[in-house]
């Protein structure tokens, strides 16, 4: 709405100016427009954090603290799941029922993740600055994969 009245107020002062003047004057009209931007409305993981950045950190790209990549297994699954993901000290174990969730470390984080699912690689990604990744290991072992991107 601001914008309009700007530009709308421009306009009316670049006609007013070639009125008033006389016409053996030369005038050259100079329109600057004049917009705002505002970073969108933080969107929220399933956790409730916030995911989107804020102007600090360069949008569009997560900010530090947001969720990089979760990993949930029913607990229906007798089987073994480890997310190795390499941008982390070791591997990560979970068992059945459990959730595990990487946050970023730092702006714009980005990260290498395998996850192997009895012994079998399930997933193995590059997650970028600008994705959250959820994977869900079913009761069967079946890997369900949610992927979001700013």
């Not at 709405?1 to 006389?22: D, E, H, I, K």
């Not at 005038?27 to 004049?34: G, L, Q, V």
């Not at 979760?70 to 699954?77: A, T």
């Not at 990604?125 to 869900?136: A, F, G, H, K, S």
């Amino acid at each position: 709405m601001q914008r309009r009245r700007v530009l709308a107020s421009l306009g009316s002062l670049a006609l007013l100016s070639g009125c008033l003047g006389s016409p053996s004057i030369s005038s050259s009209e100079t329109t600057t427009e004049t917009t705002t931007t505002t970073a969108p409305d933080p969107e929220t993981t399933e956790s409730g954090q916030t995911a989107t950045t804020t102007d600090e950190c360069g949008w569009p790209q997560f900010c530090e603290g947001s969720e990089l990549v979760r990993v949930r297994v029913s607990g229906d699954f007798s089987g073994e799941v480890v997310l190795k993901p390499a941008c982390r000290e070791g591997d990560i174990g979970l068992s059945p029922g459990e959730t595990k969730t990487l946050t970023r470390e730092v702006d714009a984080e980005t990260c290498d993740v395998t996850l192997l699912v009895d012994g079998e690689v399930a997933y193995d990604e590059r997650i970028q600055d600008y994705e959250y990744v959820m994977l869900r290991v079913g009761s069967d072992g079946d890997l369900t994969l949610q992927n979001e991107e700013l």
